[in-house]
């Protein structure tokens, strides 16, 4: 993953070196149909599980800053890189792996964690296999 803070074109001249790069001197091919430039402003970016956005707010904070017993306002930094988990992606593996159960109660959902006893006599490495 490669960030670039500019225009689209910056970012396909950037993808293009790299492609020339890994063809030259590592002798691999980028695949371009694979490769995605992505506005974060405006969409999400998944990478290794997780999802890329940047939060920008469309109104501008103010803070009042008091020093040497001064006020001033002063505008807030906005821009804020977020990294996001597929919450619906691991709710559905815990409740498929048997870790949790949705009761649904005042006519909210909640999850509700089930013990796994057995599994408190195995290996921490018996235990991971069983998860993933």
Same mark, same amino acid.
């Not at 009042?64 to 807030?76: A, D, L, Q, W």
């Not at 498929?96 to 009761?103: P, W």
């Not at 057995?118 to 235990?127: E, K, M």
């Given at each position: 993953m490669i960030g670039v803070f500019g225009p689209v074109n910056l970012a396909v001249e950037i993808r293009d070196m790299?492609? !020339?790069f890994? !063809?030259?001197?590592l $002798?691999? &091919?980028l695949s371009l149909e694979k490769t995605k430039i992505t506005d974060?402003?405006?969409?999400?970016?998944?990478?290794?599980g997780y999802y890329l956005r940047i939060n920008k707010p469309s109104e501008q904070r103010k803070l009042?800053?008091? $020093?040497? %017993?001064? $006020?001033?306002?002063?505008?807030?930094p906005h821009v804020?890189?977020?990294? &996001?988990?597929?919450?619906?992606?691991?709710i559905k593996k815990l409740i498929? %792996? %048997?870790?949790?159960?949705? &009761?649904e109660r005042e006519g909210k959902s909640k999850y509700i964690p089930l013990a796994?006893?057995?599994?408190? !006599?195995?290996?921490?490495?018996?235990?991971l296999n069983r998860y993933n």
């Open positions: 790299v492609a !020339q890994l !063809q030259n001197e $002798k691999l &091919e974060l402003y405006h969409d999400k970016a998944a990478f290794l009042t800053i008091e $020093k040497y %017993g001064h $006020k001033r306002k002063v505008r807030s804020v890189m977020l990294l &996001e988990i597929p919450h619906d992606k691991i498929d %792996g %048997g870790f949790v159960r949705i &009761e796994k006893a057995p599994w408190t !006599q195995l290996d921490h490495r018996s235990i």
